[in-house]
């Protein structure tokens, strides 16, 4: 079992700067996969980013150069900077993690977080123009 708590959300202008953590029960197993997910109403959920045990990131495209995940396995967080903040970026964002049974990459983006096991509550990001 992981427990995880995403932190940071609120409310900005457009063009500003947030910073979301993630902290989390120690993660004891190997590999893993580790996102960030959001979800705007209406909208399906959809990947932001991924981090693997290694340390490779991958982002979705519309935030590539803007946002940035990291991992402190030593504090046990997710980390997801977030720069030049667009409206479209308003949603609820999720952390979550998995044993990477499967591939990190299309679990995240292509599946969406559908395999995903460990969920955290969600915090949510207002973008105004």
């Known amino acids: 079992q992981v427990d995880l708590m995403e932190s940071g959300g609120g409310s900005v202008q457009a063009g500003g700067s947030l910073r979301l953590s993630c902290t989390h029960s120690?993660?004891?197993?190997?590999?893993?996969?580790m996102a960030w997910f959001r979800q705007a109403p209406g909208k399906e959920r959809e990947g932001v980013a991924t981090?693997?045990?290694?340390?490779?990131?991958t982002y979705e495209e519309s935030v590539e150069g803007r946002f940035t995940i990291s991992q402190d396995n030593l504090q046990d967080t997710l980390t997801l900077i977030m720069r030049d903040l667009k409206p479209e970026d308003t949603a609820m964002y999720y952390c979550?993690?998995?044993?990477?049974?499967?591939?990190?990459?299309?679990?995240?983006?292509?599946?969406?977080?559908?395999?995903?096991?460990?969920w955290g509550q969600g915090t949510q990001i207002t973008v105004s123009t």
């Open positions: 981090i693997d045990d290694e340390g490779t990131t």
């Open positions: 979550a993690a998995d044993p990477a049974t499967f591939n990190c990459v299309s679990a995240t983006f292509t599946s969406r977080g559908r395999d995903y096991k460990y």
């Open positions: 120690t993660i004891t197993f190997r590999p893993y996969c």
